[in-house]
């Protein structure tokens, strides 16, 4: 057994006991199913063009630039200063 999968298997019971919201990735009992969320934490986006050899990584927003909610990219924003900025 991988130990992908036994993550997983472990998983369920701890998810069964826990009244928190299901993770981003999770295991469904049963099947090995991930679902994969394009979104990134405010404060961060994904930049291919910045970060070829990871582009569906979330990266902290670059002064110039923000992301106010669960977007999937930084927005431009000349007034922003700082690194991680989530508002213009």
Request: proline share 8%; charged share 20%; glycine share 6%.
């Amino acid at each position: 057994m991988s130990l992908k999968k036994r993550f997983f298997e472990q998983q369920v019971e701890i998810i069964r006991k826990s009244s928190e919201p299901l993770p981003k990735i999770y295991y469904i009992d049963g099947t090995l199913h991930m679902v994969w969320v394009d979104r990134c934490s405010p404060g961060y986006g994904m930049n291919a063009q910045m970060h070829p050899e990871c582009p569906e990584c979330c990266v902290v927003c670059s002064p110039g630039s923000y992301n106010p909610s669960d977007g999937s990219h930084c927005l431009q924003c000349d007034r922003s200063l700082i690194y991680g900025a989530t508002k213009c």
